[in-house]
C-alpha cells in the first residue's frame, strides 16, 4: 500500500482538453481479438469497438439501432431489419446485408471457441436478403427476443474474407466458403470492421492498441487513440492510475474505494451488475477429476449433495467480508428487477446442520474430498471467494481443495471438463432470463444452442421445454413469468448455485465522464470528456 501512497504524490490533476490519447487499465485480458470466438466480457467489450453488430445496448441492456436503423415483426416468425446504407469497413468496403449473412454463417465455424455465440444464431431459421440493405430472419416458430439476440453476433467483412458474394444462409452449414478465417487472423490484425475505432496493435499480455476511424458513420468518439492494457493485479492497476499511467481503470480493489473516493483528483461510479459468480458442477463423468472418497460415485449428480454444497455457504458473509459490501447476495441467475426473474425470491440462508444431515442421507456422512477449480484474475476477488466458499464447505463435512489459475488456463480446462466442481461468473447477453438459462442450465445441443457454458452436462428436459416454450411466447408477461418457473425450477434442482451479484466500479482522472453499464462492459467510445 506504500507503493501506491507514494503514486499518488503524481497524479495528474486532470486529463487536458487537447488530450488525444486515452489509456485504460483493464482487468482481465481477451483471449482472442476474434469477435466470434469467445462469448466472454473482456471479449466482448472490446469487440464492441471494432466490430459493430445490427442492434447495440443502452446502459441497461435495452436494444438500441446500430447497423439496422429500425426492425420489426412482420409476424410471429418473422423479423425484418433496415440496414444503415452509407456505413463502409476500414478497409474501404461497403457493408450491405451480404456481410450480415455471413457473419451468421461463420459464428458455428469458429474452432474450439471457449464459448460459443451460436446461442445467438440458432433461433434462426432462414435469412435472406430482398434487397442490400434488408434483412429477414424466419425462426421455426415465434421469437419475440431477435433484436436483444442479434446482438450478440459481430459483423465482418464479407468481401475481405474472401465470401462469394452469392452466399447463402443455412443454418446447417453455409456452402460455397472455401476457408474460413483463423481467430489467429484476426490477432494479425487481418480484418476491418464498421466500427467507431479500428485496431492498430496487439500485443499479447501487453496492450491492444485502437485508433479512431475517421470515416465512422456515427458520432466520432473523443479520443484519437485508446491504448487497452491488461493489468490484472488490483494494485497495479491502481497504482497505474495514481501514477498518470494510465487515466480509467475497471474494478478498483474495493479496499480502495475509500482512497479513491477521498482523492480530489479521482472520480467513480458504480452500479450493480448482472454478472453472477456461480458454482457449477461435472454431471457426465463417473469419476469428476477432483473428487476422491466417494466411493467410485460421482456425488454431484445427487441433488442432495448440491443442495448440501448450497446450505454450507454463507453467501451474506462473503458480500460483506470477501467483497466489502460491494455486491448482493443471490438467489438466481439475474438480479430483480430484470425480466424473467422471481420477485421476493431470497438467496439461501446457510444451514450446516441440516447440509450435515443431507451428506449422509446421500451416503457421505464422513464428506468426500474435492477440488474447485477458479480463475484468479477473471472476476472481483474470485479466488478469495472461491476460499471463502472452501471453507464454509468444509464446516459441512467436505475436503475441499482449491485450484486457482489464469482465466486462459481456466477456461481451457473447463471446457475440456477438467474439473469436478467450478466458480465461474455469467453476464446475460440480452439482459433477461432467458439467455442465462440457456447458457448455464439448457441441455447441450449444437441444435438448439443450448448449454454453450454447461460442459458438465446438466439437463432438465422439463425446463428445456418449458424454456423453449417461453422463447416463442410473444406476450411479454406471459413469457417473463414463465422464464421465472423455469428458474425457479433450476434453482429448485440446485442444478448450479448462485453465490452473488457483482457491483461494477470504474474509477477515473478528473474530467472523463461514464455511465455505469449493467452488462460490466468497459467501451472507449463511452467514455467522454466534462
Known sequence: MATIAAAAAGLALAIPAQAQELRVGLSAEASALDPHYHNLTPNIQLATQVFERLTDQDANQAPQPML???????????????????????????????????????????????????????????????????????TASAYPLMPQTVFSVAIMSAKQAGAPADLKFNKDGCEG????????????????????????????????????????????????????????????????????????IENPPIQDLPRIKGNANLDLVQGLS????????????????????????????DKRVREAISLSIDRDAIVSRIMGGVAVAAAEFLPNPLAGTNPGIQPQKPDVDKAKKLLAEAGYPNGFGLTIGTP?????????????????????GFKVQVDAMTQTTFFAKRTKREFGIWLAGWSADTGEMSNSLRALAGTPDAKTGFGTTNPG???????????????????????????????????DDFAVIPLHFEVTVWAFKKGLTYEAQVNQYTRADAIGRK
Open 68 to 138: 439496422a436503423e429500425s426492425w420489426k415483426a412482420l409476424d410471429d416468425k418473422t423479423w425484418e431489419f433496415k440496414l444503415r446504407n452509407g456505413v463502409k469497413f476500414t478497409d474501404g468496403s461497403d457493408f450491405t446485408a451480404q456481410d450480415v449473412i455471413y457473419s451468421f454463417c461463420r459464428v458455428p465455424k469458429v474452432e474450439n471457441s471457449p464459448s460459443s455465440f451460436v446461442v445467438a444464431t440458432r433461433p434462426v431459421d432462414t435469412m435472406t436478403a430482398p434487397d442490400p440493405f434488408t434483412i429477414r430472419m424466419t
Open 177 to 248: 466458403v472455401a476457408a474460413w478465417p483463423k481467430t489467429d487472423d484476426f490477432n494479425k490484425l487481418k480484418f476491418a470492421g464498421t466500427g467507431p475505432y479500428k485496431y492498430t496493435q496487439y500485443l499479447p499480455g501487453d496492450r491492444v492498441v485502437m485508433e479512431r476511424n475517421d470515416s465512422y458513420w456515427g458520432k466520432k468518439p473523443a479520443w484519437q487513440k485508446v491504448t487497452m492494457r491488461p493489468i490484472t493485479q488490483s494494485a497495479a492497476r491502481v497504482a497505474a492510475l495514481l501514477a498518470g499511467d494510465v487515466d480509467f
Open 274 to 301: 448482472n454478472r453472477v459468480i456461480y458454482l457449477h458442477f461435472n454431471y457426465l463423468d463417473d469419476a469428476p477429476p477432483g473428487v476422491s472418497d466417494s466411493g467410485g460415485k460421482n456425488p454431484f449428480r
Open 376 to 396: 484468479n484474475d477473471r472476476y472481483i476477488n474470485d479466488a478469495q471467494v472461491t476460499q471463502a466458499a472452501a471453507q464454509m464447505m468444509a464446516r459441512a
Open 457 to 491: 452436462g446438466y439437463s432438465n428436459k422439463a425446463m428445456d421445454e418449458l424454456l423453449t416454450k417461453a422463447l416463442t411466447t410473444v406476450d411479454d408477461t406471459q413469457r417473463n413469468a414463465m422464464l421465472a418457473q423455469a428458474s425457479r425450477m433450476t434453482m
